[in-house]
């Protein structure tokens, strides 16, 4: 931690300062760590979606939103197989009225790894760009 001379009453400047500082530090954070996670969770559903004919698995991709106040992404799935996804995970009414059983949660589990890794990720780097 550097020293700050406060004698000329300058005590808000330097706050100040500071506060810009890890409000920079923080914004640069989430634009690095959010589209990395982002293409990666779109990378772990390609490789855990069920595969019949490769189309469903293949359309994940992912859309990173940035502006002045926030920074998001979404992974979504492409057309035409975008409706797939929750009748994959949760069954469906099939033509003769039977219920038919959901393959594997794919999605919610990436979810969770999502979720988690962003937030460790953020925290890593906040760690090593200390002020």
Do not use: C
């Not at 506060?19 to 779109?42: C, F």
């Not at 979404?74 to 033509?95: C, I, S, W």
């Not at 794919?106 to 200390?130: C, L, P, Q, S």
Request: hydrophobic residues 35%.
């Amino acid at each position: 931690m550097a020293v700050v001379n406060t004698n000329r009453f300058n005590f808000a400047e330097v706050v100040k300062g500071y506060l810009d500082a890890y409000n920079g530090l923080t914004a640069e954070a989430l634009t690095t760590v959010i589209p990395k996670v982002a293409k990666e969770s779109a990378q772990k559903l390609k490789s855990v979606s069920p595969k019949m004919t490769g189309n469903y698995a293949s359309g994940w991709t992912y859309k990173v939103e940035t502006g002045r106040i926030k920074v998001g992404a979404t992974v979504y799935g492409n057309k035409p197989t975008y409706r797939l996804a929750h009748l994959l995970e949760h069954g469906h009414l099939d033509r003769t009225g039977k219920r038919s059983v959901g393959q594997v949660e794919h999605i919610k589990d990436v979810e969770e790894w999502a979720i988690d890794e962003a937030i460790n990720r953020f925290i890593d780097y906040m760690e090593d760009h200390t002020i």
